[in-house]
């Protein structure tokens, strides 16, 4: 498997700088799967070519795999794995070029942000269906001009005609940084075969690596989906990131000692204890936390033996870590462990796993969702995952005024897309009850004003049993 870099950016040497890798030697980086040989065939002034070889061991990976046991087949040790363009490569991308890829250059940092012109040339690509087209539908919208040549599968029988094997070149002009992160998400896109490494993480580096460039791709559920393997829940959760530009909130750090933060804080475990008592009111075994952040109400339905089942759901998997270190999730008790899971998911997409419980909490999170969302959100909540109880709380934007520290047109919170009025957001749930066979009461949080009423606003959701 082979991928050259060539630049004919002056004076081309520049390009071992940001790679990192000495022009004059031959370095190996060592991968879980193989070994990845990093060599220049070519450097000079004006042209300078980095490749990257990457060999890897396809008897090692069937055996780690764990594929030799009795379907042995010999396609396990006989196939493409070796030469095509995989997500290996991109492993090998991440971890031979890992320093340019972050965008940093320790020795000659002002080259990080130079446009330089490129050529991306990689040996084997497969593409499945689509073929050339999706090839070009992938790097056109970035900038490159495509060349492809397809192969034959055998010259000698042309009945066979062409396999699903083309020799890529791409040229354009970017920043290294860009270049490497469009080859690390776009590879994987093109390879059909089970990656080794598909898992939740796999969201977080999408996005992270997909950055600046992948929100504005028009391919970009195109190229989620295929990256994440088709595996729904992923997909749908950094589709819900993509689509939605959603950056998760910024988690309130309990050590700031400021002023306005305390105050925060103090009305939010007020909050967290009213939704707790209507909870526990509510008769409800089931819980689900949706929208759950760093796991506050989690860590208070843990300690409750009423709550019997108890999921934390939320698109952001750095808040889910959160949780998890509050919980002290991998120490828990296994009685205590079995109580308890969290999970990845986005609110405005259905899914089957937020069904069926007695009772959801969504504490603080409607006014994160674009308001042309909430119809979503509404319809995957209140129409399709269908809780007993729901008990949903969101900022009374008519208190503001008592925050001194907030100005007159902002936020409680940089990422708040809305913050509704009393009677904005009781039009709103009231509708959402209507709509969804629910009855709904609300109920005033924190110290209450005469006029502006108190800081959070809360809606108890019932659904009507006699209804569907
Ligand atoms: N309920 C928690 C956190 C509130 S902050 C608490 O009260 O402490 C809002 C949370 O909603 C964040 O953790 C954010 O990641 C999550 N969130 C925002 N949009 C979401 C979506 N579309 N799907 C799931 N979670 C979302």
Same mark, same amino acid.
């Given at each position: ?10 004076? $081309? ?28 065939? !070519? ?6 070519? /980095? ?22 087949? *010999? =396609? ?42 490129? !050529? ?11 073929? $050339? ?25 042309? #009945? ?17 940084? +860009? ?23 796999? #969201? ?11 929100? @504005? ?49 103090? *009305? ?24 759950? %952040? ?32 509050? *919980? ?16 990845? %998911? ?29 119809? /979503? ?5 209140? !129409? ?44 709103? /749930?009231?509708? #959402?009850? @209507? ?8 109920? =005033?949080?924190? +110290?209450?004003?005469?006029? /502006? ?16």
């Amino acid at each position: 498997m082979l991928l050259k870099i060539t630049t004919t950016h002056q004076p $081309a040497s520049d390009l071992s700088f940001l790679l990192h890798k000495h022009p004059g030697k031959l370095q190996s980086v060592a991968l879980s799967n193989g070994v990845a040989h990093i060599f220049y065939p !070519e450097v000079s002034d004006e042209k300078c070519t /980095a490749a990257l070889l990457l060999d890897i061991d396809p008897v090692g990976l069937v055996r780690r795999a764990g594929n030799s046991g009795p379907d042995f087949a *010999l =396609a396990h040790y006989v196939n493409d794995r070796p030469y095509v363009a995989s997500s290996f490569l991109s492993t090998a991308i991440a971890k031979a070029f890992s320093t340019a890829m972050n965008g940093k250059c320790n020795n000659r940092p002002e080259l990080v942000g130079i446009v330089m012109p490129f !050529e991306v040339h990689i040996a084997v690509v497969p593409s499945p269906s689509g073929g $050339a087209m999706l090839i070009r539908k992938l790097f056109e919208p970035l900038g490159y001009t495509v060349t492809l040549k397809q192969h034959t599968l055998d010259s000698k029988f042309e #009945v066979w005609r062409d396999s699903k094997y083309f020799t890529l070149t791409l040229a354009g002009s970017m920043r290294l940084k +860009e270049l490497l992160t469009h080859l690390y998400v776009l590879i994987p896109v093109l390879d059909n075969e089970k990656h080794y490494w598909v898992s939740e993480h796999e #969201v977080e580096k999408l996005l992270e690596k997909g950055e600046g460039w992948l929100k @504005d791709h028009p391919e970009k559920e195109q190229i989620t989906r295929r990256y994440l393997k088709g595996i729904g829940a992923l997909t749908r959760s950094a589709l819900g990131v993509l689509l939605e530009e959603d950056t998760p909130a910024k988690a309130t750090d309990e050590n700031i000692a400021d002023e306005a933060t305390m105050q925060r804080e103090t *009305l939010h475990y007020k909050r967290l204890r009213e939704v707790m008592q209507e909870l526990i009111r509510s008769g409800a075994h089931s819980v689900v936390d949706l929208g759950c %952040g760093d796991g506050k109400l989690l860590k208070m339905l843990l300690k409750e033996k009423q709550f019997e089942n108890i999921l934390g759901v939320d698109v952001s998997y750095r808040e889910l870590e959160k949780a998890m270190d509050r *919980l002290d999730y991998h120490t828990l008790p296994p009685r205590q462990k079995e109580r308890i899971k969290l999970t990845q %998911g986005a609110l405005t997409y259905r899914d089957d796993r937020l069904k069926g419980f007695d009772a959801a909490a969504i504490v603080e999170v409607i006014e994160h969702l674009d308001t042309d969302r909430l119809e /979503a959100f509404e319809r995957s909540v209140f !129409e399709f995952a269908k809780p007993g109880v729901v008990v949903l709380t969101t900022p009374n934007q008519e208190y503001n005024k008592f925050f001194e520290t907030m100005g007159k047109d902002t936020m409680r919170h940089t990422d708040h897309r809305f913050e509704w009025t009393r009677i904005e957001f009781e039009t709103w /749930a009231n509708g #959402v009850a @209507d709509r969804n066979f629910y009855r709904v009461t609300f109920k =005033a949080i924190g +110290e209450e004003d005469e006029q /502006a009423g108190a800081p959070s606003q809360m809606a108890v959701f019932t659904k009507n049993n006699d209804k569907q």
